[in-house]
C-alpha cells in the first residue's frame, strides 16, 4: 500500500495555560500525522493532556503554539468538518434522539431538501442500532443508547474526520464491546480518518491502526507509537488469541508503568531515530506515516 | 394510632388545629364591644358602645366574618366605585399587576441574557443593579410620578383612560419585579453545561440558533424560577402601589377601609391578598415543574 498524504498534520501543538507563576505547559511540541481513512489511538494517564489534544484538533481549545493542518488547509476553529463524539453523549436533553442528530444535519446540509436530510439521520440512527427510538428523549434512553446517539449525529455529518474522546469511558464492559463493534462497522464503511482518546488498553489495541503513547503531563508528548498489525476486518475472537495480541498489550502497559514519565525530548538521543524503531517494529498492514517529526 | 396514620388525618387534623389555636390568639387580644343602654338627666335613652380588651379597636374573628359577609357572599358585585365585591377587586388588582409583570418579563430576561453572557456587561451593570435591587416599591413610585407626569391618554369621551398614575404604578411594579427574573436568567445562562455549548461550536451554529436551540431550553428551569419569584413581587408591590394612589383593587380598597374605620375589611384584604399570591405561586410552580422535568 502506498503512503498517502497526510489529512490531518499536527504541528508542534502546545498548550499552556497562565497561572500567576508563569504557564503551566500542558502539551509541549505534539508532532503527529494521520493518513486518510487511519485510525490512531492516544493513550496515557489520567489527566496527560490527551483530551486537550483531542480538543485542539476538535477547535474547542485554542493551542499556544504550533499548527494543524486538516485537508490540506490550516484550521484553528471549530467546524462541521470534524465529527466530535464526547466522553458523556452531550445530547441536548430538550431534543429527541433525531432531533439531536438533524441538529446538525440540518446545519451541515442546510441546501439539501428536507426529506433527505431526515431520512440520512434516520438512517445514521438505524445504523447504530435506534431504529426504534429514535424519536425517544435521551432521558428515556440508557447511556450506551446515548452515546450511539452521539456516535450517529457524528457520522451524519459525514466529516472529513472524527474524533473522539473517550467515547466508552462511562458505559459498562459489554456496551463498550458492542458500541465498539458499532463504531468499527460505521468506520470500515466510511472510511473516516478517526483520532480517538481512551485510557483503555485493549480497546485501543482492538480499534487502532497506530497508538500513540503520551508521557506524563504536565509537558505531555508523543511518548511512542505503535503500529498495531493486525489485518481488518478484526473479529474480536481472532485479535484476543493472536499471540502479537499480549506482546503488543505488554508493551503499551509497560510503557504507561514504567516509562511514561520520560519525555523523549529530554533524552540526548536522536528521539526519532528511538520512536521510529519501536513503531517499525511490526509490520503494518496500513502505511506508517513518520510520526514525530 | 395506626389508624389515625393509616387515614392520613394528620394532614388535614394538623393544619386545622394550628388554625384554630392562631383564630384563638386572635380572638383573645381582639377587642370586643359592649354595648350599654342608660337613661341620661333629660329622661333620653342614650345607648352606648365601648370596646374592652387587649386591642380593642381589632375586630373579633365573628366581627370579622359579619361585616366581611357581603363581599364574599357577592364577590363579583360592584355597588360603587370604592365598595365593590371582594373578587371584583382582587380581579382589578391582578389585571394591573399582569401589565407590570409583562414589562418586567420583557426587559428582564433580555437583561439576564446579557449578563449571563457577557462578563464585562456583568462587571459594567453588577454595581448598579445590587445597589437598585433592595430599593422599596414605597421609594420607586414616587420617581414614577416625576418621570411620567403629564401623561394622558384621552379616549373619545374625554375621560382620561391612562393617566400618569397608572403609568407610575406599572413602573414601580416593572423594577421591583425584574429582578429576580434578571438575577435567575443570567445564572440559568452562566451554568448551560460547557458540553452543550461544545455541541454548538462543533456544529457552527450561529449567533440565533445558539440562543434558541441551546441556551433558552438549557436556561428555562432557571429562568421560570426567576418568574416564579418575580410574580411573587409584582403581587407584593400592587398592595403597595394600590395604596399610594388610591386605585380601586384590594389594595386601595384595604387603604380606604382603614381611613373609613372598618377595620374588619383590612382583615378580609389581607387575607384575600395571601390566598391570591398563595395560588398564583402555586400555579408558577406547577409551570415551572413541568420545565425542569423536560
Same mark, same amino acid.
Given at each position: 500500500?502506498?503512503?498517502?498524504?497526510?489529512?490531518?498534520?499536527?504541528?508542534?501543538?502546545?498548550?499552556?495555560?497562565?497561572?500567576?507563576?508563569?504557564?503551566?505547559?500542558?502539551?509541549?511540541?505534539?508532532?503527529?500525522?494521520?493518513?486518510?481513512?487511519?485510525?490512531?489511538?492516544?493513550?496515557?494517564?489520567?489527566?496527560?493532556?490527551?483530551?486537550?489534544?483531542?480538543?485542539?484538533?476538535?477547535?474547542?481549545?485554542?493551542?499556544?503554539?504550533?499548527?494543524?493542518?486538516?485537508?490540506?488547509?490550516?484550521?484553528?476553529?471549530?467546524?462541521?468538518?470534524?465529527?466530535?463524539?464526547?466522553?458523556?453523549?452531550?445530547?441536548?436533553?430538550?431534543?429527541?434522539?433525531?432531533?439531536?442528530?438533524?441538529?446538525?444535519?440540518?446545519?451541515?446540509?442546510?441546501?439539501?431538501?428536507?426529506?433527505?436530510?431526515?431520512?440520512?439521520?434516520?438512517?445514521?440512527?438505524?445504523?447504530?442500532?435506534?431504529?426504534?427510538?429514535?424519536?425517544?428523549?435521551?432521558?428515556?434512553?440508557?447511556?450506551?443508547?446515548?452515546?450511539?446517539?452521539?456516535?450517529?449525529?457524528?457520522?451524519?455529518?459525514?466529516?472529513?474526520?472524527?474524533?473522539?474522546?473517550?467515547?466508552?469511558?462511562?458505559?459498562?464492559?459489554?456496551?463498550?464491546?458492542?458500541?465498539?463493534?458499532?463504531?468499527?462497522?460505521?468506520?470500515?464503511?466510511?472510511?473516516?480518518?478517526?483520532?480517538?482518546?481512551?485510557?483503555?488498553?485493549?480497546?485501543?489495541?482492538?480499534?487502532?491502526?497506530?497508538?500513540?503513547?503520551?508521557?506524563?503531563?504536565?509537558?505531555?508528548?508523543?511518548?511512542?507509537?505503535?503500529?498495531?498489525?493486525?489485518?481488518?476486518?478484526?473479529?474480536?475472537?481472532?485479535?484476543?488469541?493472536?499471540?502479537?495480541?499480549?506482546?503488543?498489550?505488554?508493551?503499551?502497559?509497560?510503557?504507561?508503568?514504567?516509562?511514561?514519565?520520560?519525555?523523549?525530548?529530554?533524552?540526548?538521543?536522536?528521539?526519532?531515530?528511538?520512536?521510529?524503531?519501536?513503531?517499525?517494529?511490526?509490520?503494518?498492514?496500513?502505511?506508517?506515516?513518520?510520526?514525530?517529526? | 394510632?395506626?389508624?389515625?396514620?393509616?387515614?392520613?388525618?394528620?394532614?388535614?387534623?394538623?393544619?386545622?388545629?394550628?388554625?384554630?389555636?392562631?383564630?384563638?390568639?386572635?380572638?383573645?387580644?381582639?377587642?370586643?364591644?359592649?354595648?350599654?343602654?342608660?337613661?341620661?338627666?333629660?329622661?333620653?335613652?342614650?345607648?352606648?358602645?365601648?370596646?374592652?380588651?387587649?386591642?380593642?379597636?381589632?375586630?373579633?374573628?365573628?366581627?370579622?366574618?359579619?361585616?366581611?359577609?357581603?363581599? $364574599?357572599?357577592?364577590?363579583?358585585?360592584?355597588?360603587?366605585?370604592?365598595?365593590?365585591?371582594?373578587?371584583?377587586?382582587?380581579?382589578?388588582?391582578?389585571?394591573?399587576?399582569?401589565?407590570?409583570?409583562?414589562?418586567?418579563?420583557?426587559?428582564?430576561?433580555?437583561?439576564?441574557?446579557?449578563?449571563?453572557?457577557?462578563?464585562?456587561?456583568?462587571?459594567?451593570?453588577?454595581?448598579?443593579?445590587?445597589?437598585?435591587?433592595?430599593?422599596?416599591?414605597?421609594?420607586?413610585?414616587?420617581?414614577?410620578?416625576?418621570?411620567?407626569?403629564?401623561?394622558?391618554?384621552?379616549?373619545?369621551?374625554?375621560?382620561?383612560?391612562?393617566?400618569?398614575?397608572?403609568?407610575?404604578?406599572?413602573?414601580? $411594579?416593572?423594577?421591583?419585579?425584574?429582578?429576580?427574573?434578571?438575577?435567575?436568567?443570567?445564572?440559568?445562562?452562566?451554568?448551560?453545561?460547557?458540553?452543550?455549548?461544545?455541541?454548538?461550536?462543533?456544529?457552527?451554529?450561529?449567533?440565533?440558533?445558539?440562543?434558541?436551540?441551546?441556551?433558552?431550553?438549557?436556561?428555562?428551569?432557571?429562568?421560570?424560577?426567576?418568574?416564579?419569584?418575580?410574580?411573587?413581587?409584582?403581587?407584593?408591590?400592587?398592595?403597595?402601589?394600590?395604596?399610594?394612589?388610591?386605585?380601586?383593587?384590594?389594595?386601595?380598597?384595604?387603604?380606604?377601609?382603614?381611613?373609613?374605620?372598618?377595620?374588619?375589611?383590612?382583615?378580609?384584604?389581607?387575607?384575600?391578598?395571601?390566598?391570591?399570591?398563595?395560588?398564583?405561586?402555586?400555579?408558577?410552580?406547577? $409551570?415551572?415543574?413541568?420545565?425542569?422535568?423536560?
Amino acid at each position: 500500500m502506498t503512503p498517502l498524504a497526510p489529512i490531518l498534520e499536527l504541528f508542534k501543538l502546545s498548550k499552556a495555560y497562565p497561572t500567576p507563576k508563569g504557564p503551566a505547559v500542558i502539551v509541549r511540541d505534539f508532532n503527529l500525522n494521520l493518513a486518510k481513512g487511519e485510525f490512531v489511538t492516544l493513550i496515557g494517564h489520567s489527566g496527560c493532556g490527551k483530551s486537550t489534544v483531542l480538543s485542539m484538533v476538535a477547535g474547542l481549545t485554542d493551542a499556544t503554539e504550533g499548527s494543524m493542518i486538516l485537508a490540506g488547509r490550516e484550521t484553528n476553529e471549530a467546524g462541521p468538518d470534524r465529527g466530535v463524539v464526547f466522553q458523556s453523549p452531550c445530547l441536548l436533553p430538550w431534543l429527541s434522539a433525531f432531533e439531536n442528530v438533524m441538529l446538525g444535519v440540518n446545519q451541515v446540509y442546510f441546501n439539501a431538501p428536507k426529506v433527505e436530510r431526515r431520512e440520512l439521520a434516520e438512517y445514521y440512527l438505524s445504523v447504530v442500532g435506534l431504529g426504534n427510538a429514535m424519536h425517544k428523549f435521551p432521558r428515556e434512553l440508557s447511556q450506551g443508547m446515548c452515546q450511539r446517539v452521539g456516535i450517529a449525529r457524528a457520522f451524519a455529518l459525514q466529516p472529513k474526520m472524527l474524533l473522539l474522546d473517550e467515547p466508552f469511558g462511562m458505559l459498562d464492559s459489554l456496551t463498550k464491546i458492542e458500541l465498539q463493534e458499532v463504531l468499527l462497522e460505521l468506520w470500515r464503511r466510511n472510511k473516516l480518518t478517526t483520532l480517538m482518546v481512551t485510557h483503555d488498553v485493549d480497546e485501543a489495541i482492538f480499534l487502532s491502526d497506530r497508538v500513540v503513547m503520551m508521557s506524563d503531563g504536565p509537558e505531555a508528548e508523543v511518548g511512542d507509537i505503535l503500529t498495531i498489525p493486525f489485518a481488518r476486518p478484526r473479529i474480536r475472537a481472532e485479535v484476543l488469541t493472536d499471540p502479537r495480541y499480549m506482546e503488543i498489550r505488554n508493551h503499551l502497559l509497560t510503557f504507561l508503568n514504567e516509562r511514561s514519565h520520560i519525555r523523549p525530548s529530554r533524552i540526548k538521543t536522536p528521539r526519532s531515530e528511538e520512536t521510529e524503531t519501536v513503531a517499525c517494529k511490526y509490520e503494518s498492514p496500513v502505511a506508517a506515516v513518520t510520526s514525530t517529526q | 394510632m395506626k389508624f389515625f396514620y393509616q387515614l392520613k388525618l394528620d394532614a388535614i387534623l394538623l393544619p386545622v388545629i394550628a388554625l384554630l389555636i392562631c383564630l384563638g390568639g386572635w380572638a383573645l387580644i381582639a377587642g370586643h364591644g359592649k354595648t350599654t343602654v342608660s337613661v341620661d338627666d333629660w329622661g333620653d335613652k342614650v345607648t352606648k358602645t365601648e370596646r374592652f380588651g387587649l386591642s380593642k379597636n381589632l375586630p373579633s374573628p365573628a366581627e370579622t366574618w359579619t361585616a366581611s359577609k357581603p363581599y $364574599i357572599v357577592e364577590p363579583f358585585a360592584k355597588r360603587g366605585e370604592l365598595d365593590q365585591g371582594i373578587l371584583r377587586f382582587a380581579w382589578l388588582s391582578l389585571k394591573l399587576v399582569a401589565q407590570g409583570y409583562a414589562i418586567a418579563l420583557l426587559l428582564g430576561t433580555p437583561i439576564g441574557f446579557f449578563l449571563g453572557l457577557s462578563k464585562n456587561f456583568t462587571r459594567a451593570f453588577d454595581p448598579i443593579i445590587q445597589i437598585l435591587r433592595p430599593v422599596s416599591p414605597l421609594a420607586w413610585l414616587p420617581l414614577g410620578m416625576v418621570l411620567f407626569s403629564g401623561l394622558k391618554v384621552v379616549d373619545s369621551t374625554g375621560r382620561t383612560t391612562f393617566g400618569t398614575s397608572d403609568a407610575a404604578a406599572l413602573f414601580t $411594579i416593572a423594577i421591583c419585579a425584574m429582578w429576580p427574573t434578571v438575577l435567575n436568567t443570567a445564572v440559568g445562562v452562566r451554568a448551560v453545561p460547557q458540553d452543550y455549548l461544545n455541541v454548538a461550536k462543533v456544529l457552527k451554529l450561529s449567533k440565533p440558533k445558539t440562543l434558541f436551540k441551546i441556551l433558552i431550553p438549557s436556561a428555562l428551569p432557571y429562568m421560570f424560577t426567576g418568574f416564579r419569584l418575580s410574580l411573587g413581587i409584582a403581587w407584593l408591590v400592587i398592595v403597595a402601589v394600590e395604596m399610594l394612589i388610591g386605585k380601586p383593587g384590594v389594595g386601595g380598597f384595604l387603604w380606604q377601609q382603614y381611613n373609613a374605620n372598618s377595620y374588619a375589611h383590612i382583615i378580609l384584604s389581607i387575607l384575600t391578598i395571601g390566598f391570591i399570591g398563595y395560588i398564583l405561586d402555586r400555579m408558577m410552580s406547577l $409551570i415551572e415543574g413541568r420545565f425542569r422535568s423536560a
